[in-house]
Every structure is written in C-alpha cells, then in structure tokens.
C-alpha cells in the first residue's frame, strides 16, 4: 500500500509540473522489460507502472498531443539482438481525444514484460517524434533502471541528470518517473 500511494503522489507531483509548464507535446515511454516483472509492495513494477500512466492519463486535457512508446514487450530477453530493437511508438503523436486515452488504457492491459531495456534507443525515438513538431515536448519515462543494450548510456546519463525526478524514496526496487523537456 505505502508503494502505491508513493507511486501516485509521484504522479500526481508529474502532473503538476506538467501542468504548470503548459506542455502541448508529451510522449510517454513505458519500460515493458522482463524486469518490471519483479514485485512492487503486492504488485508488479509492471501494473504499478501501467495503474500510475493510467492515472496520468486520465488528467491530461484533451486536445494535447500525447503519443506512447513502449519497449521490451514483443521479444523475449533471450533474443538478444532482437529484444534490443524491441520498440514501439504504439501511439504516434497526435491530439489526445477520450477516444484515444480509452484506447491506450486498452492496450496497456496486453503489453506484456518480457524483454531487455532499449533505454536510449527509445530516448533517441522518443526525441525523433517531438523534434518532427513546431513546439517543444516532454518527453515522460516510467522505467526501474538502466538501459542494458548499450548505445549511448552517457547521453542517457545526462538525460536523467538534467531532467526532473520523480522516484520513491526506496532501494532499486522502485520505479523512476522522469520528465525531460527537450
């Protein structure tokens, strides 16, 4: 119970810092790697992650441009080579509707932890789709660690050190919700 309520005032304080920066462009990465298989309080990092995006969510206005990218969901980790190329920009940008926000809470429900963690590819993806537009964007991470595939982990690094942290005040079992402005 103390994670979950940890994991939604982490959500709740995201929100509010979007909110305050009045972010049009945001672009969720959800990390689906078999490490999020590992418990959290009574659940999974996996549902408490998918129950705190949903969350999220459900307090963006409409109208914003949200999209969802995930990683480490359709090849296992034994598939190496594979498994790091293991990323989906599940829901491309485009203006948030209830539509589309019941349509991600729906997908959530079949992504299925199981593979490595592509971190800075999926940052570098993630990037790719805000810099196609004319505003700046936020780019929203909700990951238990590092990228294990390689690329370029010291500008995923300088990443993390630059943006704000949100992250429960535990050892490695927590989840780490960051939010990058690029």
């Known amino acids: 119970?103390?994670?979950?309520?940890?994991?939604?005032?982490?959500?709740?304080?995201?929100?509010?810092?979007i909110s305050a920066n009045a972010v049009n462009n945001i672009v969720f990465i959800l990390d689906s790697s078999n490490s999020?298989?590992?418990?959290?309080?009574?659940?999974?990092?996996?549902?408490?992650?998918?129950?705190?995006?949903?969350?999220?969510?459900?307090?963006?206005p409409v109208s914003e441009e949200i999209g969802l990218l995930v990683y480490g969901h359709r090849i296992s980790r034994t598939n190496e080579v594979e498994s790091c190329k293991d990323i989906e920009m599940l829901f491309p940008l485009k203006p948030f509707t209830e539509t589309i926000r019941d349509s991600m809470i729906g997908a959530l429900g079949g992504i299925v932890p199981q593979g490595l963690t592509p971190l800075a590819?999926?940052?570098?993806?993630?990037?790719?789709?805000?810099?196609?537009?004319?505003?700046?964007?936020?780019?929203?991470?909700?990951?238990?660690?590092?990228?294990?595939?390689?690329?370029?982990?010291?500008?995923?690094?300088?990443?993390?050190?630059?943006?704000?942290?949100?992250?429960?005040?535990?050892?490695?079992?927590?989840?780490?919700?960051?939010?990058?402005t690029i």
């Open 121 to 180: 590819d999926s940052l570098v993806v993630a990037s790719n789709e805000l810099a196609l537009l004319a505003e700046p964007g936020t780019i929203v991470l909700i990951s238990d660690g590092e990228g294990n595939c390689g690329g370029q982990q010291e500008i995923v690094a300088a990443i993390r050190e630059d943006a704000e942290r949100f992250s429960t005040p535990q050892d490695d079992t927590s989840l780490v919700v960051i939010k990058k």
């Open 1 to 17: 119970m103390r994670n979950r309520i940890l994991l939604l005032a982490m959500c709740v304080a995201l929100l509010v810092a």
């Open 36 to 60: 999020m298989n590992k418990p959290l309080g009574v659940n999974t990092r996996i549902e408490e992650a998918k129950d705190a995006l949903t969350s999220l969510l459900y307090s963006i």
